[in-house]
């Protein structure tokens, strides 16, 4: 791999420092042994399929709506990508998922919307 020198004056000298930089390494292979299955997120992102009673939104903040929005889009997307039957070698995605839905959680708790991020869990059968 090359290496190129990288200059710069230390703070506390006026001497210039020289140092050897390795670049990132980039990947220029094939990329034959992804999934023909991306990380689709279309079918999720519609808005008017959701579970949450409509007439209690307009009860809370602009904040707290978009946090209980964005755990159902995370919900959403969890039921539809282990309906895809996801490969093993695929199992980081479905850890990004529950990640994010684990942020969206301590969002609406941070937001105190406990309950209806509960009553959202139960409705699409997780945890």
């Known amino acids: 791999m090359d290496t190129y020198s990288r200059k710069f004056e230390n703070k506390g000298n006026s001497e210039i420092v020289t140092e ?3 670049p990132v390494p980039v990947f220029k292979g094939n990329y034959a042994h992804l999934t023909p ?3 689709n997120t279309q079918p999720v992102d519609d808005i008017y399929n959701t579970r949450l009673n409509r007439t209690q939104l307009n009860l809370y903040h602009f904040q707290q709506t978009r946090a209980l929005l964005r755990l159902e889009r995370f919900l959403r997307l969890r039921k539809y990508w282990l309906a895809a039957q996801p490969r093993t070698d695929e199992a980081w995605k479905t850890t990004l998922v529950i990640r994010g839905i684990f942020a969206a959680l301590c969002d609406c708790r ?3 919307l406990s309950q209806p991020a509960s009553q959202l869990l139960k409705d699409w059968d997780c945890c």
């Open 20 to 22: 050897a930089v390795e």
């Open 37 to 39: 299955l991306r990380f």
């Open 110 to 112: 941070h937001l105190g």
